[in-house]
Structures are given as C-alpha cells and as structure tokens.
C-alpha cells in the first residue's frame, strides 16, 4: 500500500489511542458502580462498603414499589415500581443506615470509605481483610486498550518511515 495511506492509518490509530486514554481517565474519575437489588422485601446486598466518589444503583425487582430512604443523611429514592432504579453518588465517607419507608424492616447498609484509603494488613498479619472488592472500574480496560491501539500505530508508523528510507 501507498506509504502516505500507511502513514494515515498510523495517525488514526494513534488519535483512536488518545480517545482511549481520555475517556478511560474520565471513567477512572467518576468511581465504581454498585448494584444493590431490593428483592423479595430485602435489599441485596443488606450490607456493602464502597469508596467515596463511587455510586450505588438501587433496583427494585420485586413487583410491590419500595425505597431506599436513608434513616439519618438525608437520601430518598422515593417510591421505586418494578424495574425503576434509582442511583446516588457518596462522595463523603461515613456509614449510611437506610430502609424501606412503606416497609421499615426492610433495612440496609453502605460504609463509605475515604477515597485514598488502602486496605491495611490485619494487625497479627497474615489474614488479608475482608474488604469488599470495588466493581472492576471499565476506565483500566479502556486504558489497556488504548495503550495497545498505541503500540501498534507507532509500529506500523516505523515500519512506513523504514520502507520511505530504504
Ligand atoms: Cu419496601
């Protein structure tokens, strides 16, 4: 193929590369999402820990309306029918009770940790802690893919600059 069509598709890739990064960067940014589902008059899971600046998406799959309605801070999903979801972002750590307003003892939980915080080694060692794994952020898989999309344009651009001079 004709060296200036070479040269072209290395460009592209590489701008599809920069794309990448971007966006990938911004997801990193914006935290993890978690799901807690409200079935069978529970919310699932009654418990979750998060890090501050992630999101948690509240989904009522049972076929009677429920909230999610924080008991101190205050949250309100209002009344969710089958299927509505309802998503909120906790950028302040603490530990946030909530519950069902038509049904109180339906109850729930999130432990927002601080954003830097590193899960410590339990004092004795040896036991790693039972911190919740966040939800696998698609900010690190558009990076990869970026940082590929990177390797192969700068190899072909050699290789059309390689063929030019010989
Ligand atoms: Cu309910």
Do not use: K
């Amino acid at each position: 193929m004709p060296a200036s069509t070479a040269r072209r598709g290395a460009l592209a890739l590489l701008l599809a590369a920069l794309v990448l990064f971007v966006l990938g960067s911004l997801e990193m940014a914006r935290g993890a999402t978690h799901a807690v589902a409200i079935a069978d008059f529970a919310f699932a899971p009654a418990t979750l820990t998060i890090t501050a600046g992630d999101t948690v998406t509240w989904t009522n799959e049972d076929a009677v309306a429920h909230t999610a309605t924080g008991t101190t801070a205050g949250f309100d999903s209002g009344l969710l029918d089958q299927g509505e979801s309802f998503s909120l972002t906790f950028t302040t750590p603490g530990t946030y009770d909530y519950l069902c307003t038509p049904h109180p003892s339906m109850t729930g939980q999130l432990v927002v940790l601080a954003a830097a915080s590193a899960p410590t080694p339990a004092p004795g060692g040896g036991q790693v802690p039972d911190v919740a794994m966040p939800a696998q952020p698609r900010g690190i898989s558009l990076l990869g893919l970026g940082l590929a999309l990177a390797a192969v344009g700068l190899l072909v651009g050699l290789r059309v600059r390689r063929r030019a001079a010989g």
